[in-house]
């Protein structure tokens, strides 16, 4: 297979666009397509800061890298999840990369945060791990974006993972995430950075083509946790579609944001407040964070935990039974 | 032929040669699920790989929902 553009050995055939390219070529068109994104959608000006939520995977590296080479003011931010080897292998990826970069890199751990890693807050909550988890990387994620004074926080969301969470939300026909489906989500609250999904055109396998060719070392191990997630057997779905019919997940997640998506947005409004506990915003009193924070407080024995400022304020007297609505709707509110 | 499949951790080892697209309908995997690596560099699904290449499908999907 030859590349379009030079006529040299092709290295990555896209298919959806019927077309490959050399490793060159290849690199120009993931940078060009990820600027041109940044661009159409005003996801960010040329002089901007922007923190970037790095996991150590394939996918936020990879922008990390599009941006500092693009010549971005960036600082990454890692969160440490607390997930056994899986945590400590990511964090040294994200910090190797830092360091060859000569980048900045801020660190925040939910064990400090929450009073316990994600494997602990797993137990405690009984809810899907992958929920309170969502819940705790947004809640830091927008709190660290405040802390540091950046007004935008950008994520490594793919296409695949778009057209997952769609086909996941449609599936339910949960119109309240349909309509806050979007790779730009704007500030509608003082206290919210604004995020933004610049990969969200970018399949899966170009942000690992991109992160192989550019000779970066991402964590290839998946999260011990996502094994069996439903977001997974959506995408192996979706991409039984693409096989036969390439173009599928890009033609259903621009369609929706181009079409379906503004008669979603029609009926959505969403009365946000600052939680009388931590100042962050949320749709009740006290936001899901500081509720999964006491929750973990009351189940853990107060000297095995490692306890966080989130956990340490004034504990809410009310109990917990709001907890998973609470999950739901912060889920939404910051929904990727 | 020796095929690593990562993230499965184990290898298969096949006789003969054959085209990328060939290897991956025998071992049931979708293209677009992998990158097909030998040594550093990248094979498209037309590439034949010879007897003695050592091959690494390496996985793209990553996920849980956050």
Known sequence: MKCRKCGGRAVLELRRHNTAFCAGDFLDFFRHQTLETIRRWKMLSRDEPVLVAVSGGKDSLALWDVLLEAGYTTAGLYIDLGIFDYSRESKARCQAFAAGRDARLIVVSVAEEVGAGIPQVKDVTRRPTCSACGLSKRYIMNRAALDHG???????????????????????????????????????????????????????????AYAFLRG????????????????????????????????????????????????????????????????????????????????????????????????????????????????????????? | MKVILRNQGREVELAGRRRVKDLLAELGVLPETVLVIRGRDLLTIDEVIREDDVIELRPVISGGRA
Not at chain 1, 166 to 176: A, F, I, M, Q
Not at chain 1, 263 to 278: H, I, N, T, Y
Not at chain 1, 317 to 331: F, I, K, V
């Open chain 1, 216 to 336: 970066i070392d991402y964590i290839v191990e998946e999260c011990p946790f996502a094994r069996g997630a439903t977001s997974i057997s959506h995408k192996e779905v979706l991409n039984r579609l693409e096989d036969v019919s390439p173009g599928s997940k890009a033609s259903f997640l621009l369609g929706f944001l181009e079409r379906a998506r503004p008669r979603f947005q029609a009926g959505e409004s969403v009365d946000l407040r600052e939680c009388l506990r931590c100042g962050q915003t949320t749709t009740g009193e006290v936001c899901a964070f500081c509720k999964l924070a006491d929750q973990v407080r009351r189940a853990a024995p107060r000297s095995a935990v490692p306890l966080g400022s989130a956990a340490l304020e004034p504990t809410d007297p009310a109990p917990l039974r709001g907890l998973a609505a609470d999950l739901s709707a912060a889920s939404e509110i910051h929904a990727s």
């Open chain 1, 150 to 208: 950046f007004g935008v926080v950008a994520t490594g969301h793919n296409l695949d993972d778009e057209a997952a969470t769609l086909l996941g939300s449609t599936l339910r026909w949960d119109e309240s995430s349909l309509a806050r489906q979007t790779p730009v989500l704007e500030v509608t609250h003082p206290k919210l950075a604004r995020r933004i999904k610049p990969l969200f055109r970018l399949s899966e396998r170009e942000t690992a």
